[in-house]
Every structure is written in structure tokens, then in C-alpha cells.
């Protein structure tokens, strides 16, 4: 098992209501876990993610995640 920590941004906020945007939480996933997996084992679905960073750096789903981890996640951003 890994353990990586998690920030949801913007809207997706709303799939860790108990938490503030942008607040980390700790995610537990077996070794080999990849950042689209990752999204699966939190009930998120791909089409509503633009950008998922791995430790400040921007990752495909194909990532594989390793221990300790920081993982942003983000949906599109749109404004005007």
C-alpha cells in the first residue's frame, strides 16, 4: 500500500464536502496505482478533470503514484 495526499480544487471540492477546497487529504491505494486510478478509488470521474499534478508537476492518468505523493487534481477552468 501507498499513501498519497490529495487537494480537489474548485468544483470538485463537492466529492470531499468535509473538507475545504484545496485542503489535503491522506488517500491509501495498493502499490502500483496510477493518477487515473487513483480518480476511480475516489468516485471521480475522468471527464470532469482537466489537470492532475504529482508533486508540482503535471501527470497523464497513466502516472503511476508512488508513497508520499502530493496530488492535485483540477477541473476545467472556465471564465470570462
Keep these: 500500500m501507498i499513501t498519497v495526499d490529495?487537494?480537489?480544487?474548485a468544483d470538485l471540492g463537492r466529492y470531499a464536502p468535509h473538507l475545504q477546497v484545496g485542503q489535503p487529504q491522506s488517500?491509501?491505494?495498493?502499490?502500483g496505482t496510477t493518477a487515473g486510478g487513483l480518480l476511480h478509488r475516489l468516485g471521480i470521474s475522468v471527464n470532469v478533470v482537466r489537470l492532475v499534478f504529482v508533486?508540482?508537476?503535471s501527470r497523464p492518468l497513466d502516472h503511476v503514484l508512488a508513497d508520499g505523493d502530493r496530488v492535485g487534481?483540477?477541473?476545467p477552468i472556465g471564465g470570462g
Design 6 to 9: 490529495v487537494c480537489l480544487y
Design 27 to 31: 488517500v491509501a491505494a495498493p502499490a
Design 55 to 57: 508533486n508540482g508537476r
Design 73 to 75: 487534481i483540477f477541473p
